[in-house]
């Protein structure tokens, strides 16, 4: 303890306290004393003090819980099967999976999933459809956790129509695809052919070899499309477009507000109606008598038509 002292023969403006001998003087002369602290650094270990207290709480309460694990989990195969069931639809919820579609040596569908050990998998087909649930328990937190985990589902060779929502995680196809929807918060997006295709993606590269009509809406990362066929609508935050072979039967446009939008090899069928607010537009070839208008505007980038 530290003992009281006479104030008479102490400096007025300081208050003396009884402590705990493992607090450090200074900082009871700090928080109780006077004018030799100013008032910013005294509310910012207010502040600070809180915070740790809180966050302690809160700890507390997730390991009372059970929803904390400081455990290891490694990834093992937690998942093989096989129908023989005809499917049409493919319906797909994940937080961390790396999807990948593959082409089947047989008639036969085969779904691995590679999770953490003791996850828990949804998978069942019904009525045409897989589906697959791997959506864990957000209010829960792993640490130690380690490996990539992912699903392998290999298909006849047929288009399928796909429902696919991924908080975090690529998806790679060489799988043809009617009707196709997918929401991704981060991953790359790498597909082979799509009919109808409807992409909404955060944050992540995306890469189409082939597609009919087709909309994209990206937050950031760089769009790249081999050959569009029918009508293209892209919105894109930040990213640059490249489409390798263009041809449209309706009207299209896209908009970028910081990026560049190439088009290489485009039919001569198209007006090009293309504005940048900064940045050069140069269009090889303009057909403003065309039957199809695709608008272009970005407001930080350069527009190449060649």
């Known amino acids: 303890m530290v003992d009281a002292v006479d104030s008479k023969s102490t400096d007025s403006n300081i208050m003396w306290v009884q402590v705990p001998s493992p607090v450090p003087l200074f900082l009871c002369y700090n928080i109780y004393g006077g004018n030799k602290m100013n008032t910013f650094f005294k509310n910012f270990l207010i502040v600070l003090f809180s915070i740790i207290i809180v966050c302690l709480i809160f700890l507390s309460y997730l390991m009372w819980n ?55 998998i949804e998978v069942s087909v019904k009525d045409k459809k897989l589906v697959i649930n791997d959506e864990k328990d957000r209010d829960n937190v792993c640490f130690f956790c380690f490996g990539n985990t992912k699903a392998i589902i290999s298909l006849p060779k047929k288009e399928y129509n796909l429902m696919l929502v991924s908080t975090s995680g690529d998806i790679n196809s060489k799988i043809d695809f009617n009707k196709t929807e997918i929401v991704s918060t981060s991953g790359n997006i790498n597909l082979h052919k799509c009919i109808d295709t409807d992409i909404t993606v955060t944050s992540g590269d995306i890469l189409i070899e082939e597609a009919n009509n087709i909309k994209i809406n990206s937050t950031s990362g760089n769009i790249n499309i081999a050959k569009i066929n029918d009508s293209v609508k892209i919105k894109a935050t930040s990213g640059d477009i490249r489409i390798n072979r263009l041809k449209l039967t309706k009207d299209s446009n896209i908009k970028v507000t910081s990026g560049s939008v190439i088009i290489e090899s485009p039919s001569r069928d198209i007006y090009f109606n293309a504005k940048a607010t900064s940045g050069d ?16 505007r970005t407001t930080s980038g350069v527009i190449l038509i060649n």
Do not use: C, P, Q, W
Not at 282 to 295: D, G, P, V
């Open 66 to 120: 059970d929803k904390i694990d400081f455990g290891s989990k490694k990834v093992v195969l937690m998942y093989d099967n096989t129908f023989e069931e005809t499917i049409e639809n493919i319906e797909i919820t994940t937080t961390s999976l790396d999807i990948k579609f593959v082409e089947s040596e047989n008639e036969n569908t085969n779904v691995k999933i590679y999770e953490h050990e003791n996850s828990e």
């Open 281 to 296: 537009v140069k269009i090889a070839r303009n057909n403003r008598h065309a039957e199809y208008e695709l608008k272009i």
